[in-house]
C-alpha cells in the first residue's frame, strides 16, 4: 500500500525567508515522488520528482526536495520566498510495480507576506 | 514540455442537463488518461482511468452511469457528466500519460470548473 502525509495544511513565512513544506510517504516498492503547485483555480504544475536517481532533486523556480530513504521523507524547501510563490503544494507518491496511480497528499497551503 | 488542454476551463449548466468536458494531449500520444475531482480547499481524488481504446476503470464509488468516459484516440479523452446536479459541482481535472516516457509521470490539464444550478 501507497500512502502520503503532508504534515502542515498550512505554513505561512515572510518574503525572502525559507521555506520548507514536509512530506512524508509510505510505499511497499520503490516509489516515484512528486511535488506538484496549483495556483488558484489552475491545473497542477510540476515542481520537480524523484525517480531514484539523485535524492537531492531540484526543481523549477528554485524549489528543492531531498528524497530519504530512511526517513520516509521528501521534503520541499526554497531558500527565498517570493510572493508569487504563494499557492497549494501536493506531495504525490507512485510505484511502477503498484500500477499507474498516483496517490495526492491533502495539500499544503503556502502564504508569503511582504 | 508535454501539453494537456482542457475544454470548456468553465461551465454553469442547468440541473437535469448533460455535460462534456474535453481533455486533450496536444504534443505527445497519451495511452493512458486519468480524470479527477478536486472539492474546495482539498486534494485530487482519481476518479477513473481511461485507456485509448477500451472501457474505463472506475475507482470505488464513483458511478460510471453517471460520469462516461470515452478514449477514442490517442489524444482524446471526453467525460461526460450525465443529469448533472448540484452536487455534481466541481473542479474537474484531467492528466495524460505519455506512451513513452517516465512510466509514473502524468501531464495535468488546466481544470474545468463545472457549476450545476
Same mark, same amino acid.
Given at each position: 500500500?501507497? @500512502?502520503?502525509?503532508?504534515?502542515?495544511?498550512?505554513?505561512?513565512?515572510?518574503?525572502?525567508?525559507?521555506?520548507?513544506?514536509?512530506?512524508?510517504?509510505?510505499?511497499?516498492?520503490?516509489?516515484?515522488?512528486?511535488?506538484?503547485? &496549483?495556483?488558484?483555480?489552475?491545473?497542477? &504544475?510540476?515542481?520537480?520528482?524523484?525517480?531514484?536517481?539523485?535524492?537531492?532533486?531540484?526543481?523549477?523556480?528554485?524549489?528543492?526536495?531531498?528524497?530519504?530513504?530512511?526517513?520516509? @521523507?521528501?521534503?520541499?524547501?526554497?531558500?527565498?520566498?517570493?510572493?508569487?510563490?504563494?499557492?497549494?503544494?501536493?506531495?504525490?507518491?507512485?510505484?511502477?510495480?503498484?500500477?499507474?496511480?498516483?496517490?495526492?497528499?491533502?495539500?499544503?497551503?503556502?502564504?508569503?507576506?511582504? | 514540455?508535454?501539453?494537456?488542454?482542457?475544454?470548456?476551463?468553465?461551465?454553469?449548466?442547468?440541473?437535469?442537463?448533460?455535460?462534456?468536458?474535453?481533455?486533450?494531449?496536444?504534443?505527445?500520444?497519451?495511452?493512458?488518461?486519468?480524470?479527477?475531482?478536486?472539492?474546495?480547499?482539498?486534494?485530487?481524488?482519481?476518479?477513473?482511468?481511461?485507456?485509448?481504446?477500451?472501457?474505463?476503470?472506475?475507482?470505488?464509488?464513483?458511478?460510471?452511469?453517471?460520469?462516461?468516459?470515452?478514449?477514442?484516440?490517442?489524444?482524446?479523452?471526453?467525460?461526460?457528466?450525465?443529469?448533472?446536479?448540484?452536487?455534481?459541482?466541481?473542479?474537474?481535472?484531467?492528466?495524460?500519460?505519455?506512451?513513452?516516457?517516465?512510466?509514473?509521470?502524468? +501531464? +495535468?490539464?488546466?481544470?474545468?470548473?463545472?457549476?450545476?444550478?
Amino acid at each position: 500500500a501507497q @500512502s502520503v502525509t503532508q504534515l502542515d495544511s498550512h505554513v505561512s513565512v515572510s518574503e525572502g525567508t525559507p521555506v520548507l513544506l514536509r512530506c512524508n510517504y509510505s510505499s511497499s516498492y520503490s516509489p516515484s515522488l512528486f511535488w506538484y503547485v &496549483q495556483h488558484p483555480n489552475k491545473g497542477l &504544475q510540476l515542481l520537480l520528482k524523484y525517480t531514484s536517481a539523485a535524492t537531492l532533486v531540484k526543481g523549477i523556480n528554485g524549489f528543492e526536495a531531498e528524497f530519504k530513504k530512511s526517513e520516509t @521523507s521528501f521534503h520541499l524547501t526554497k531558500p527565498s520566498a517570493h510572493m508569487s510563490d504563494a499557492a497549494e503544494y501536493f506531495c504525490v507518491v507512485s510505484a511502477r510495480q503498484a500500477g499507474t496511480a498516483l496517490i495526492f497528499g491533502k495539500g499544503t497551503t503556502l502564504s508569503v507576506s511582504s | 514540455g508535454a501539453v494537456v488542454s482542457q475544454h470548456p476551463s468553465r461551465v454553469i449548466c442547468k440541473s437535469g442537463t448533460s455535460v462534456k468536458i474535453e481533455c486533450r494531449s496536444l504534443d505527445f500520444q497519451a495511452t493512458t488518461m486519468f480524470w479527477y475531482r478536486q472539492f474546495p480547499k482539498q486534494s485530487l481524488m482519481l476518479m477513473a482511468t481511461s485507456n485509448e481504446g477500451s472501457k474505463a476503470t472506475y475507482e470505488q464509488g464513483v458511478e460510471k452511469d453517471k460520469f462516461l468516459i470515452n478514449h477514442a484516440s490517442l489524444t482524446l479523452s471526453t467525460l461526460t457528466v450525465t443529469s448533472a446536479h448540484p452536487e455534481d459541482s466541481s473542479f474537474y481535472i484531467c492528466s495524460a500519460r505519455e506512451s513513452v516516457s517516465s512510466y509514473n509521470e502524468q +501531464f +495535468f490539464g488546466p481544470g474545468t470548473r463545472l457549476t450545476v444550478l
